[in-house]
């Protein structure tokens, strides 16, 4: 289970406004906002579908027992790419842009 906070938190982490987040997950704005302010008691189906394109977006849901202090929370998976940048060392002129 997420909490409306989690939702709120996550969708700001990755600068998504709650109107893509809607289209993304395929329910109204109505719906997403509702849970973000957790006065949603609907169907089940609409957090599993948030959930869903928040984690298809990188972040990961941490449950109140994950961590040794706090509650829920909520991070980015880490980078899967090997695109760091340039290294400090490997800085100059050419590539300065």
Known sequence: MITATQIR?????IGMSIEELAAASGLPVE?????E???????PHALFDVRNTLEAHGIIFLSSGNQDEGGP???LRARTT???GIRPENLNAANDD
């Open 37 to 43: 302010t957790g006065e949603f008691a609907g169907e």
């Open 73 to 75: 929370g909520i991070r």
């Open 82 to 84: 090997s695109d760091d």
């Open 9 to 13: 938190g996550a969708r700001a982490m």
């Open 31 to 35: 719906t997403v906002a509702a849970l």
